[in-house]
Antibody, heavy 120, light 110 residues
Framework: QLQLQESGPGLVKPSEALSLTCTVSGGSISSSSFYWAWIRQPPGKGLEWIGSISYSGSAYYNPSLKSRVTISVDTSKTRFSLNLSSVTAADTAVYHC????????????WGQGTLVTVSS | QSALTQPRSVSGSPGQSVTISCTGTSSDVGGYKYVSWYQQHPGKAPKVMIYDVSKRPSGVPDRFSGSKSGNTASLTISGLQAEDEADYYCCSYAGIYTVSFGGGTRLTVL
């Protein structure tokens, strides 16, 4: 059964970069049928797609975050990562990683999520 | 790329049916047959309940159904049960491997 687990600092200072890793277990990350995605949810608010990446490294980002986001994939270590630069308090959120189907971008399964707070 | 529009809340009594709408544009909901719906209980990760407008993943009760007309997709839950109380999010493919989520709807089972 495929499982995803997010990891990274829970507290980041304003203007610094947020870096998270998603480790995939129980299956291969090297499949042409899927993309690997990051989705966030500010406290008490809705879901926001951040971006997705294929195993070969083709990445697509939310236009509203594109200038600050980089998603990378490490197939040898079955993990993919998120880097969000120049963070502000508005970036405080629970960050989820998920597998996305190539056709239709259906997110399943999801990681449990990790709360990242931006504060000095 | 704008968020899809959902009602903030809906409610229904056990056994009744409720429908949650999700309105987008011809660039997302209206342009593709790829609308999915996610259920999220407090403190939990979202779970896909409907994909490709009207398909149900294995294990999802057939009380959950989806449809689409023009730029508006809908999720209908029939025979409401207490465990259906949760937040529901629609999500639409928006081209070139991008998606938009709706703002979410809180379902209350009275």
């Amino acid at each position: 059964q495929l499982q995803l687990q997010e990891s990274g600092p829970g507290l980041v200072k304003p203007s610094e970069a947020l870096s998270l890793t998603c480790t995939v277990s129980g299956g291969s990350i090297s499949s042409s049928s899927f993309y690997w995605a990051w989705i966030r949810q500010p406290p008490g608010k809705g879901l926001e797609w951040i971006g997705s990446i294929s195993y070969s490294g083709s990445a697509y980002y939310n236009p509203s975050l594109k200038s600050r986001v980089t998603i990378s994939v490490d197939t040898s270590k079955t993990r993919f990562s998120l880097n969000l630069s120049s963070v502000t308090a508005a970036d405080t959120a629970v960050y989820h990683c998920a597998r996305a189907s190539l056709i239709g971008m259906v997110f399943d399964p999801w990681g449990q999520g990790t709360l990242v707070t931006v504060s000095s | 790329q704008s968020a899809l529009t959902q009602p903030r809340s809906v409610s229904g009594s056990p056994g009744q049916s409720v429908t949650i709408s999700c309105t987008g544009t011809s660039s997302d909901v209206g342009g593709y047959k790829y609308v999915s719906w996610y259920q999220q209980h407090p403190g939990k990760a979202p779970k896909v309940m409907i994909y490709d407008v009207s398909k149900r993943p294995s294990g999802v009760p057939d009380r959950f159904s989806g449809s689409k007309s023009g730029n508006t997709a809908s999720l209908t839950i029939s025979g409401l049960q207490a465990e259906d109380e949760a937040d529901y999010y629609c999500c639409s493919y928006a081209g070139i491997y991008t998606v938009s989520f709706g703002g979410g709807t809180r379902l209350t089972v009275l």
